[in-house]
């Protein structure tokens, strides 16, 4: 038997186990089976949150896809094991260094639900011209590494686009494999975002996204508001730092029968 809870940043959701108290294993089909939504629970993302592999760091954080592959970010996410961790006591209510498989990030409490995040600024990395030539008809891409690989398409209409059929053909090149390929357009002072997410589909939102799209949109020392179909998250520029603020809400917790 597993104990969880289930939590969602703007209606990405999760299933957060911890590694603190006791020690969970699970392999790939258990994630798989735990991730349906028809037949197990359903998440976009499976955190575990477990001891610190560095001394600096407070506590090592992983990510585990639908399809039972790992991740290296989920920025949504990290907010939800501060939430997680300061409800249940297991840390102080402080700000708490976060080691992953990619990045550390500093998470710190607000006097709302929000939780702030604070990361190195993304950087933009170059695609190889070959996988260019697939992007052709595209207005704008570019390829962004905020602690994971984001493919970033400006479009005029984000909502009329196939993002699905784009997302399937584009896969099939090494390059763009375990990227997370999203849309987006500015509308007003505001940023309007769709992601589809590598091993989880299309969710209603990505922070990593969010602060992938923020940095090549965002003036130095100015903030942005990215909209997702899930909600807001607001984003600032900090030198060679970003600062994220969004929501961590709890949904339900209970036992899963593990088989």
């Not at 392999?27 to 028809?38: E, F, N, V």
């Not at 708490?96 to 006097?111: D, F, N, Y």
């Not at 809400?249 to 088989?259: D, P, R, S, T």
């Amino acid at each position: 038997m597993i104990k969880f809870k289930k939590m969602h940043g703007n209606g990405n959701d999760f299933i957060l186990i911890e590694n603190l108290t006791q020690t969970i294993s699970l392999t790939k089909a258990q994630i798989q089976k735990l991730g349906d939504r028809k037949k197990g629970i359903g998440f976009d993302q499976l955190i575990t949150i477990n001891p610190p592999k560095k001394t600096n760091h407070d506590l090592y954080i992983r990510f585990f896809n639908t399809d039972g592959s790992e991740a290296s970010m989920c920025l949504n996410g990290v907010r939800s094991v501060g939430a997680f961790v300061w409800e249940e006591k297991l840390l102080p209510k402080k700000p708490t260094l976060l080691g992953t498989r990619s990045k550390e990030v500093m998470i710190q409490p607000t006097a709302s639900k929000n939780v702030k995040t604070i990361i190195d600024l993304p950087s933009e990395e170059k695609i190889p011209q070959s996988d260019m030539k697939l992007l052709a008809k595209e207005l704008h891409a570019c390829f962004v590494n905020a602690g994971n690989h984001h493919l970033l398409i400006e479009s005029k209409n984000i909502d009329s686009y196939d993002l699905s059929d784009l997302c399937d053909r584009l896969r099939k090149r090494k390059f763009f494999r375990d990227s997370n390929i999203s849309l987006w357009t500015k509308s007003g002072n505001s940023i309007l975002a769709r992601t589809n997410e590598a091993g989880a589909g299309e969710t209603l939102s990505c922070g990593s996204a969010a602060a992938a799209i923020a940095s090549i949109a965002l003036k130095k020392g100015k903030g942005v508001t990215v909209i997702s179909k899930g909600g807001k998250i607001s984003l600032k520029s900090l030198g060679n730092k970003m600062e994220m603020i969004g929501p961590a809400e709890f949904i339900c917790e209970g036992i899963w029968q593990k088989n």
